[in-house]
């Protein structure tokens, strides 16, 4: 069923209130939390602090094969794979004539995104992961699959509880 909206009216006699809320295909793809999962929130307790998840930002420069969708879709999923996330769902735009691609992995545990830019030779990367997935895992496989000859890596922690109890 494509969006359609269900529309709820209540009245009394001084005014009516209408509710409209959308349905969203049901056809888009879910990810079902195992049943003791329900009430974890994946908040990450690591050397003294709390923290929601840890996001790396990846620039590979003089890299290769940046222009390569199946290289590309590979290096996605092995990296899913070496961080022990989740994978839900990757969507790739080929970008012409310059051949730049565009997009994410979708995972359980939050995403990895990519923007390539073949002419010159540079990729930015997105590794966000929360849980007890390994994020770091994921640069050595972008390492591997495009051979850039310099990598920059910063390190945010996202949703950082501050004075967190453990």
Not at 4 to 9: A, G, H, R
Not at 93 to 100: A, C, E, V
Not at 131 to 154: C, H, M, N, R, Y
Request: hydrophobic share 40%.
């Amino acid at each position: 069923m494509p969006h359609s909206e269900n529309i709820l009216v209540t009245s009394n006699d001084h005014f009516e209130v209408v509710e409209k809320t959308t349905i969203i295909d049901d056809t888009w793809p879910t990810h079902d939390q195992a049943v003791e999962d329900q009430t974890l929130d994946h908040f990450i307790c690591r050397d003294g602090k709390v923290f929601a998840g840890t996001h790396l930002i990846i620039d590979l420069w003089g890299a290769s094969n940046l222009d390569n969708l199946e290289v590309m879709e590979s290096a996605l999923r092995e990296a899913v794979e070496k961080a022990k996330a989740t994978l839900l769902h990757i969507h790739l735009h080929h970008f012409t004539p310059n051949g730049g691609i565009s997009g994410v992995a979708v995972l359980a545990e939050s995403h990895i995104s990519v923007h390539s830019w073949p002419e010159r030779n540079y990729a930015a990367f997105d590794v966000f992961m929360c849980g007890d997935s390994e994020p770091e895992k994921a640069i050595e496989v972008l390492q591997a699959a495009f051979t850039p000859s310099d990598v920059k890596v910063d390190t945010i922690l996202r949703g950082e509880v501050e004075n967190a109890k453990q």
